[in-house]
């Protein structure tokens, strides 16, 4: 099946700092990306998604591009605030049609003020 | 939209009882999913139902595992004879559509098992 892997944490960055998380995948065919938040103490929350080649998909300041070439969908963000500390997850789903998401291992971000 | 709701928060049980965990899925949403987190990791997928068909389960659920969604509403996992590996946080997880595969997460059961 398909699998990702994320960029190794913990992040800890001051705020207004430029955010990426790097996040590649193997997959056959043409998964649809997600990234999901789990901020401390609450459930996983979606993020944002993509599902085709080149698409980006943008929430709350974040940014990930589908990008096919490189089978990646790295996180972006122009500037943190410490509201953003939170462990972030990608999943793509899996192959064949499956509609499971396969996660990383998540990459723990904490940002000082 | 009240999201998804998951019963209990928090079990503890001692080793060899059974568990059960209810998930009330979004409204109207016809798919939802049992994943499993442990410490540190990523979730890791267990099962999934369209309505009341249960359309794939993983090799992580073993015969010890049994998830139902008898009206295509609720659903229920149960575990048996509990073991302490079996202790992480369950997930629920609802989608309206296989169009959008957008799942929506509820905030889990924890599980402990002494």
């Known amino acids: 099946g398909n699998s990702v892997t994320q960029m190794e944490g913990p992040v800890t960055l001051s705020e207004e700092a430029f955010l990426t998380i790097n996040c590649t995948y193997t997959a056959t065919g043409y998964p649809s990306l997600f990234w999901y938040v789990q901020y401390p103490g609450e459930g996983l929350q979606l993020l944002l998604k993509?599902?085709?080649?080149?698409d980006k998909g943008s929430n709350k300041g974040f940014e990930a591009t589908y990008r096919k070439e490189t089978t990646s969908f790295h996180l972006e963000k122009g500037s943190v605030q410490v509201s953003d500390s939170a462990v972030y997850f990608c999943?793509?789903?899996?192959?064949?049609?499956?509609?499971?998401?396969?996660f990383g291992k998540g990459t723990k971000l904490t940002v000082n003020p | 939209d009240t999201g998804v709701s998951q019963n209990p928060r928090h079990k503890i049980t001692k080793r060899g009882q059974n568990v059960t965990f209810r998930c009330d899925p979004i409204?109207?949403?016809?798919?939802l999913y049992w994943y499993r987190q442990t410490l540190g990791q990523g979730p890791e997928f267990l099962t999934y139902f369209q309505n009341e068909a249960q359309l794939e389960k993983s090799r992580l659920l073993s015969d010890r595992f049994s998830a139902e969604r008898p009206k295509g509403s609720f659903s229920t996992l149960e575990i048996q004879r509990t073991e302490q590996g079996d202790s992480a946080m369950y997930l629920c997880a609802s989608s309206p559509d296989r169009i959008s595969y957008e799942q929506y997460f509820g905030p889990g059961t924890r599980l402990t098992v002494t």
């Open positions: 409204s109207e949403h016809n798919r």
């Open positions: 993509a599902t085709k080649a080149d």
């Open positions: 999943a793509p789903t899996s192959q064949g049609g499956s509609e499971k998401l396969v």
